[in-house]
């Protein structure tokens, strides 16, 4: 069911917000990860904003939905969701990648409340998830799991494993998104190490996959409603992104994966971002 | 002072190595821009694979390039090429010894704002502890060079650990490194001072300093942490009051513990360590880090002082 007009308009927003602080926290800390921050934070915007079950003031209530960043290099896009939804001061952004900070390189489970997994190893956050929609359903919540991978990141071989535990223990309270944005650090992900077809491999694994436009915030929403409703298997959404996204000169550039943008690039950046109209 | 990072002159080294011998094959994980892969990648493409971000395959393919013959080094972050990837270096290269080189960058705090996720300071106690696995820490650009191209000539695992940021040059073309030997950089007669990588350079300049106060330090490099170089810590422990190791590593397991066992099994001498002390790292700036966490040139002068004392 399509949003509203206002709701999407607010989602729209917020995802620019969120953007934003992606930008300026990396350029703030001259490290990070912009490229695959920008790509996820239209998935992040419909999860934390629309859909999720969850309480900053009541972070460990059992009953609460949880998300795993398993590529945890796009901790900007997790923190900005996390700020922006009350988790912890917007100030502290700018603490991003500093010594005493809370807010480490890669999220950090035991430092700041609402990060559910500490990840950035690459690979582990499925399993991770697993584990936490099979604890669900031992224990009879109906809370449900969100885990986000990379393109690059299905590349581990853990991550079959997980595809495979996921499907062979039922677990239909489990969703995943695949921020297919084409890009890893060495290059294309089509020429680096290629995991394609991704949505083949999912089904044979078992799984229920939809593939959407991850820009598209009711495409978003659609795909997450289908995927509640889908019994007895795990779902994969393949998200179709942009790396960089928001950000022209950094839109589908391998050199964006990494790299802080100085501080003309950074007034580029905002400039752009704040021109962006949110009914278009 | 001249600054190079080891990764730097490691990825020299290779595309060096590679016109030399044919028989070397480079494998990455998705980061040759950051290990510096990516020169031998541009110069020898037909020797060069990226496994994409798959490192427990990486060293699988590795070890069976091995079996036919081939010198592979392996190349991603410490953590990655360590620690993910333990039971596939102990059973697939190490226990059939195999002539896999595993060149790792990025070892340590000084990895920097990616923060402890990244950071591995496990490392080295992890493969000090598998059989067979030779473990090479150089300290700076010469000496990574020079490591790299006898790495390449000993026959079975070796496990090379270089870092992130630029670090001084300590050594020029007359040195001589040659695996399991350390050697003294200065002379000293009062405490030994036994450094690797990182570590060394606030070593050298803590003697210096030391000495202004009548103290004599004598400073070992030791970039071969296995085999470890026992008489050159015997003869220390037999000279000096006492040893001061320096890490860039958890204090459980690398170079403090190694000189620590031979000093117990041969001249019980007090060995104080500098170290990671059993913790996770963190987000910062390297030297920040280095700081917070105990690695300074100062940290190095309290031990000294604690042992004269
Ligand atoms: C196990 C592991 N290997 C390597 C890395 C280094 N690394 C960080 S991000 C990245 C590329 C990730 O690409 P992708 O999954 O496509 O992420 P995105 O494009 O969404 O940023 C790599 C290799 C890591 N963090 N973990
Ligand atoms: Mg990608």
């Known amino acids: 069911m399509a949003f509203d007009e206002q709701t999407l308009a607010s989602l729209k927003e917020t995802a620019n917000t969120i953007r934003k602080d992606i930008v300026k926290m990396v350029a703030e800390a001259s490290s990070g990860h912009p490229g695959g921050s920008l790509s996820a934070a239209d998935i992040l915007t419909v999860l934390y904003f629309n859909e999720m079950n969850i309480d900053p003031n009541n972070p460990q209530d059992p009953n609460r939905d949880r998300f795993v960043l398993s ?13 922006e939804k009350g988790f912890f001061p917007k100030e502290e952004l700018m603490t991003f990648r500093k010594i005493n900070s809370r807010l480490q390189g890669h999220p ?7 990060v559910e997994m500490s990840t950035g190893s690459l690979g582990q956050g499925l399993s991770v998830a697993n584990g936490m929609a099979l604890a669900g359903k031992l224990d009879n919540r109906d809370y449900r799991v969100y885990v986000l991978l990379g393109d690059g990141e299905i590349q581990e071989g853990m991550i079959w494993e997980a595809a495979m535990s996921a499907a062979h223990y039922k677990l239909d309270n489990l969703t995943a998104f695949l921020d ?5 650090i060495d ?4 020429d680096v ?7 083949e491999k999912f089904r044979a694994f078992g799984w229920h996959v939809i593939i ?20 007895g298997k795990p779902t994969m959404i393949i998200a179709n992104t942009i790396k960089g996204k928001g950000v022209s000169f950094m839109e589908n550039q391998v050199g964006w994966h990494g790299t802080a943008p100085n501080a003309e690039q950074l007034a580029q950046a905002l400039e752009e971002l704040n021109g962006v109209k949110q009914n278009d | 002072m001249t600054k190079i990072a080891t990764r730097d002159a490691y990825g020299k080294a290779l595309v060096e190595l590679g016109e030399k011998n044919p028989n070397v094959i480079v494998l990455d994980a998705d980061l040759s821009k950051s290990t510096k892969t990516a020169d031998f990648a541009k110069t020898y493409p037909d020797r060069f694979f990226d496994m994409g971000i798959s490192e427990a395959n990486m060293i699988g393919t590795a070890a069976g390039l091995a079996t036919a013959g081939k010198i592979p080094f392996v190349s991603t972050f410490a953590l990655f090429g360590t620690l993910r990837v333990g039971d596939q270096i102990r059973n697939s290269i190490c226990y059939p010894n195999l002539n896999v080189k595993i060149a790792v960058t990025h070892s340590g705090l000084t990895l920097g704002e990616d923060g402890a996720s990244h950071q591995a300071v496990e490392d080295i106690s992890m493969m000090r502890a598998i059989p067979n696995m030779t473990v090479i820490v150089p300290a700076d650009a010469e000496e990574t060079r020079q490591v790299i191209h006898a790495a390449a000539e000993y026959d079975g695992p070796v496990y090379i650990r270089l870092g992130r940021p630029a670090v001084p040059v300590v050594f020029d073309k007359n040195y001589k490194f040659e695996i399991g030997k350390g050697v003294v950089v200065n002379e000293g007669a009062d405490v030994t001072v036994i450094a690797m990588g990182v570590m060394l350079s606030p070593a050298i300049e803590a003697a210096k300093e030391l000495e202004k106060e009548g103290i004599s330090v004598r400073v070992i490099n030791m970039p071969t ?26 204090i459980y397991g690398g170079l403090g513990s190694a000189v620590a066992e031979v000093v117990t099994e041969s001249v019980p001498t007090v060995v104080k360590r500098v170290g990671v002390e059993d913790t996770f790292g963190e987000s910062g700036k390297p030297n920040e880090l280095l700081e917070k966490y105990g690695l300074t040139k100062e940290h190095i002068i309290e031990k000294v002082k604690e042992i004269i004392k």
């Open chain 1, 108 to 114: 950090s489970k035991k430092s700041l409340p609402g």
């Open chain 1, 212 to 231: 959407i436009d991850g820009h598209d915030m009711n495409q978003i929403s659609d795909a997450i409603q289908e995927a509640k409703s889908i019994k």
């Open chain 1, 193 to 199: 190490m290629n995991p394609a077809p991704v949505d």
């Open chain 1, 71 to 83: 590529k945890g290099h796009a901790s900007p896009v997790l923190y900005g969701a996390l700020a």
């Open chain 1, 180 to 184: 297919y944005n084409h890009l890893q």
């Open chain 2, 225 to 250: 942490i296995k085999p470890i170089d026992k008489d050159i810590i015997i003869k220390a422990a037999q000279e000096t009051k006492g040893i001061v190791t320096a890490e860039e590593h958890n």
């Open chain 1, 187 to 190: 290059g294309r992900v089509e």
